[in-house]
């Protein structure tokens, strides 16, 4: 059973730096295209990043490019975000998402976690 | 890609027939996923490749189009197809979701 546990999702200040990470099971990490999708409180969905499955490539939403970074730790099953010069309009629920391939972003998101909230307030 | 989605609220009885739309800003081919989501929990990949039902749904749920008009249609609503429906294209490699439609019991 494929599975994401996205975890560091906490309140932070304003021009505050947060990582959030997202472990995976149940399946062959390395092969696969992972992304982050976040969902400000009572909003739609928004792509933020995504990475291959070699982390040979990698992208970025305008909102948040020069201020995130994505990578993954493919030994550890793992994807990260580093999130810098945070503000208020980075509140939101950050899910971790599989894509369908291992290029580029892999596409669509078969698999998604349940999300870790990060809420940015002074 | 600007992804817009029609309406942002539909009220339709149980048993009734469901349409929505979804139309990308330029031609996306059929490089389009449906998602659905509930409250509280995390969306669901409903249909990709613009007509291609995910695992677990049922064939009441179909998806059509291409280029850059598409459509989703629940022939006949059940009272577990309320909730929130997103489209997402994935033609460019920011990828892009349109706005949602909440379906609601009328």
């Known amino acids: 059973e494929v599975q994401l546990l996205e975890s560091g999702g906490v309140l932070i200040q304003p021009r505050g730096s947060l990582r959030l990470s997202c472990a995976a099971s149940?399946?062959?990490?390395?092969?696969?295209?992972m992304n982050w999708v976040r969902q400000a409180p009572g909003k739609g969905l928004e792509w933020v990043s995504a990475?291959?499955?070699?982390?040979?490539?990698?992208y970025y939403a305008d909102s948040v490019k020069g201020r995130f970074t994505i990578s993954r730790d493919n030994s550890k099953n793992t994807l990260y975000l580093q999130m810098n010069s945070l503000g208020a309009e980075d509140t939101a629920v950050y899910h971790c998402?599989?894509?369908?391939?291992?290029?580029?972003?892999?596409?669509?998101?078969?698999?998604w976690g349940q999300g870790t909230l990060v809420t940015v307030s002074s | 890609i600007v992804m817009t989605q029609s309406p942002d609220t539909l009220s339709v009885s149980p048993g009734e027939r469901a349409t929505l739309s979804c139309r990308a800003s330029?031609?996306?081919?059929?490089?389009l996923a449906w998602y659905q989501q509930k409250p509280g929990q995390a969306p669901r990949l409903l249909i990709y490749?613009?007509?291609t039902r995910a695992t677990g749904f049922p064939a009441r749920f179909s998806g059509s189009g291409s280029g850059t008009e598409f459509t989703l249609t629940i022939s006949s609503l059940q009272s577990e197809d309320f909730a929130v429906y997103y489209c997402?294209?994935?033609?460019?490699?920011?990828?892009?979701f349109g706005q949602g439609t909440k379906l609601e019991i009328k």
């Open positions: 149940g399946f062959t990490f390395s092969s696969y295209a």
């Open positions: 998402a599989r894509g369908w391939i291992a290029a580029a972003g892999g596409g669509f998101f078969e698999h």
């Open positions: 490749g613009a007509s």
């Open positions: 330029q031609s996306i081919s059929t490089n």
């Open positions: 997402q294209q994935y033609n460019d490699w920011l990828y892009t």
């Open positions: 990475i291959s499955g070699g982390s040979t490539a990698s």
